[in-house]
């Protein structure tokens, strides 16, 4: 099964951009990269996916590498709001094409004013 | 669209006990997972559900058990708990299970083991 490794915490200034960085070096060719964020005691929300390309959507942006053993996670303009922990996660097809999500421990975003 | 509910939002058991959780997917999603999350062991995945069928389980004992009923709406029962089951279950439903689904997380219930 894909892993994935983050650093365990960041700091960032507010209204700056915050790039979060996730190795997963042992990926496969048809996993997807997802990224959610969980706000403390609630409930992880979903920020972005992608498979190969760059992706960027109305929360963040998503740069994978040409080799997809990394990718980064920015939020362009940091606000207080966005202090959580970032996870960045692989989806895992088994067998019989069932799958879950392995999680780590994600990274610990602290924005500061 | 209403998010995915969870109930009750907040339990407290003692050891030996026993639990059922609920949770309420997303109008028209059809699969639902559980994850146990905790300090130290982070987020960890309980089991799966489509169409009232557990599509997938994680590593967990037998204590931990689910259905799913045909309103897509899940349960979780947990039995004879232990000091080590305190933690925050989480729910998450998606349209179906395929590997491009991205699944919607509910907020959790917070079982606390005395």
């Known amino acids: 099964d894909a892993k994935t490794t983050q650093p365990p915490s960041m700091d960032c200034a507010e209204g700056r951009a915050a790039n979060l960085p996730c190795n997963h070096s042992t990926i496969s060719g048809n996993e997807y990269v997802y990224w959610y964020r969980q706000i403390h005691s609630q409930g992880p929300q979903y920020i972005i996916h992608g498979l190969k390309n760059n992706e960027t959507n109305e929360m963040a942006s998503l740069i994978i590498t040409e080799d997809r053993k990394s990718s980064t996670l920015i939020l362009p303009h940091a606000t207080l709001r966005d202090t959580a922990v970032y996870y960045c996660i692989v989806r895992v097809a088994d067998a019989g094409n069932n799958r879950k999500l392995i999680w780590g421990l994600g990274t610990s975003l602290a924005v500061n004013p | 669209k209403a998010g995915v509910t969870q109930t009750p939002r907040y339990l407290i058991k003692t050891r030996g006990q026993q639990v059922t959780l609920s949770c309420s997917p997303i109008?028209?999603?059809?699969?639902v997972s559980w994850y146990q999350q905790t300090p130290g062991q982070g987020l960890q995945f309980l089991f799966e559900y489509f169409s009232e069928t557990q599509r997938n389980k994680g590593n967990f004992p037998g204590r931990f058990s689910g259905r799913q009923f045909s309103n897509s709406r899940s349960e979780m029962n947990v039995s004879t708990l232990e000091l080590g089951d305190s933690a925050l279950y989480l729910c998450?439903?998606?349209?179906?299970?395929?590997?491009?689904?991205?699944?919607?997380f509910g907020p959790g219930t917070r079982l606390t083991v005395l």
């Open positions: 998450a439903s998606s349209p179906m299970v395929s590997s491009t689904d991205t699944q919607y």
């Open positions: 109008s028209g999603h059809r699969s």
